[in-house]
């Protein structure tokens, strides 16, 4: 499989205006800024959201979005493979702030949560160290829960996806709510 056209985000900033942005992260670190004018289809919803997309794409490039760059070039292959060329942000959101350019940060929407990649940290951290001190103080078969999350940490590294994440995903406060989706696409239609 090919890998996606990457934009730096130097000609990002120069083009963006012409650009439809779909950042593919969860809603809740969608809000905790996004690139400016960037639509929210969360990973797990682009599939459903792949008409509004393909038309999208027809009247312009497309460039998806997401924390590093990871989750998008995922987007990307999954949109090549229902006929939708579109390119990835390299570096994602972290990229792009690095660079200096401001993130959108909407006031009053919904509480910004931790990024994926930092709740996927504090969740392993957590349960290797829980697995750790009950082996320690229970029973030694206990440490077999901290061997299981290494073991699903090197096959993350391994495959470039994340089970945590899409666990963590389906989290309440990471969910997308329908009515926000159905904004987002009528949205998209109207681009």
């Given at each position: 499989?090919?890998?996606?056209?990457?934009?730096?985000?130097?000609?990002?900033r120069i083009r963006l205006?012409?650009?439809?942005?779909?950042?593919?992260?969860?809603?809740?670190?969608?809000?905790?800024?996004?690139?400016?004018?960037?639509?929210?289809?969360?990973?797990?919803?682009?599939?459903?959201?792949?008409?509004?997309?393909?038309?999208?794409?027809?009247?312009?490039?497309?460039?998806?979005?997401?924390?590093s760059g990871a989750r998008?070039?995922?987007?990307?292959?999954?949109?090549?493979?229902?006929?939708?060329?579109?390119?990835?942000?390299?570096?994602?959101?972290?990229?792009?702030?690095?660079?200096?350019?401001?993130?959108?940060?909407?006031?009053?929407?919904?509480?910004?949560?931790?990024?994926?990649?930092?709740?996927?940290?504090?969740?392993?951290?957590?349960?290797?160290?829980?697995?750790?001190?009950?082996?320690?103080?229970?029973?030694?078969?206990?440490?077999?829960?901290?061997?299981?999350?290494?073991?699903?940490?090197?096959?993350?590294?391994?495959?470039?996806?994340?089970?945590?994440?899409?666990?963590?995903?389906k989290l309440p406060h990471?969910?997308?709510?329908?009515?926000?989706?159905?904004?987002?696409?009528?949205?998209?239609?109207?681009?």
């Amino acid at each position: 499989m090919t890998t996606p056209t990457a934009l730096g985000t130097d000609e990002t900033r120069i083009r963006l205006h012409e650009l439809t942005v779909i950042d593919v992260r969860t809603p809740g670190e969608f809000a905790g800024g996004h690139l400016p004018g960037a639509l929210n289809i969360p990973l797990d919803r682009l599939e459903s959201a792949l008409p509004e997309i393909r038309a999208a794409a027809g009247r312009g490039e497309v460039l998806v979005v997401c924390a590093s760059g990871a989750r998008s070039e995922n987007a990307c292959r999954t949109l090549a493979e229902h006929g939708v060329a579109a390119a990835t942000l390299a570096g994602g959101t972290g990229a792009w702030a690095a660079g200096g350019h401001d993130l959108h940060r909407p006031g009053g929407g919904p509480r910004a949560s931790w990024a994926m990649e930092r709740q996927v940290r504090l969740t392993a951290g957590s349960v290797v160290l829980l697995g750790l001190l009950l082996g320690l103080l229970v029973h030694p078969a206990f440490q077999l829960l901290s061997a299981g999350i290494a073991a699903g940490l090197v096959l993350s590294a391994v495959t470039d996806t994340c089970g945590m994440a899409v666990v963590l995903g389906k989290l309440p406060h990471n969910r997308p709510r329908p009515a926000d989706l159905e904004a987002t696409l009528a949205a998209l239609r109207g681009r």
